[in-house]
């Protein structure tokens, strides 16, 4: 079982739709989690951290479910620049991060 | 916020040759630097923990002898793929962690990547 796994898409969905990713990790010693997003050909670049009380930025949102070891992400009035592949990224005892596989979101005009 | 910057960002080599990738941190110190490497459509991953005078950690299924890391500075790692075949053809990108960022907090720690190398090898 991969440590952390996510669904690949894609997510076609039009402008201004709200679309929400989802994200489990397999590793109840898991410390930290980011949501990393990652355009074709590029390194992947932090989107947000995920924090157990939920946090917001911008038309973004993140959740973290510790008992179910589950990550959320919603985008809210997405946006063409949007499109990208978004990568659920976990942390433990400050080693290397642990990447999903990405979930690709195409945002048609 | 802070610059790793990786060189070349692509290179094509023929099978047998060996190719150095450098990763550097330009404006912070990094103790750890990290490797990963993302075939397409799959997800980066890790190749080896390459800490600053010591050897590199290597995962598991990663040959050390094919895949050299020296991490001579704070500011400087180097990947060197030996006997280059045409399977390791792939994008490596490094990350740093900077030294004196978050305070030791797991919750806070930060790592900054390169813009990473594209290896393709004849």
């Known amino acids: 079982r991969k440590e952390v796994e996510q669904d690949p898409g894609p997510f076609n969905v039009p402008e201004g739709a709200t679309v929400a990713f989802n994200c489990t990790y397999s590793?109840?010693?898991?410390?930290?989690f980011f949501w990393y997003r990652q355009d074709c050909r590029k390194e992947p670049k932090l989107l947000m951290s995920v924090y157990s009380s939920g946090n917001e930025d911008g038309r973004f949102t993140a959740q973290l479910n510790r008992a179910s070891q589950y990550i959320s992400l919603l985008i809210r009035d997405s946006k063409l620049s949007d499109s990208a592949t978004y990568l659920c990224?976990?942390?433990?005892?400050?080693?290397?991060?642990?990447f999903g596989s990405g979930t690709r979101l195409q945002v048609q005009p | 916020g802070a610059v790793v910057s990786q060189h070349p960002s692509w290179v094509i080599c023929k099978s047998g040759t060996s190719v150095k990738i450098e990763c550097r941190s330009l404006?912070?110190?990094?103790?750890?630097m990290f490797w990963y490497r993302q075939f397409p459509k799959q997800s980066l991953m890790l190749m080896a923990t390459s800490n600053e005078g010591s050897k590199a950690t290597y995962e598991q299924g990663v040959e050390k002898d094919k895949f050299l890391i020296n991490h001579a500075s704070l500011t400087l790692s180097t990947l060197t793929v030996t006997s280059a075949h045409p399977e390791d053809s792939s994008f490596y990108i490094c990350?740093?962690?900077?030294?004196?960022?978050?305070?030791?907090?797991?919750?806070?720690?930060?790592?900054?990547f390169g813009p990473g190398t594209r290896l393709t090898v004849l």
């Open positions: 590793n109840s010693a898991s410390q930290s």
């Open positions: 990350s740093a962690r900077d030294l004196l960022a978050g305070g030791g907090s797991a919750s806070t720690d930060t790592q900054y």
């Open positions: 404006d912070f110190q990094a103790t750890t």
């Open positions: 990224v976990v942390n433990r005892d400050r080693r290397a991060l642990t």
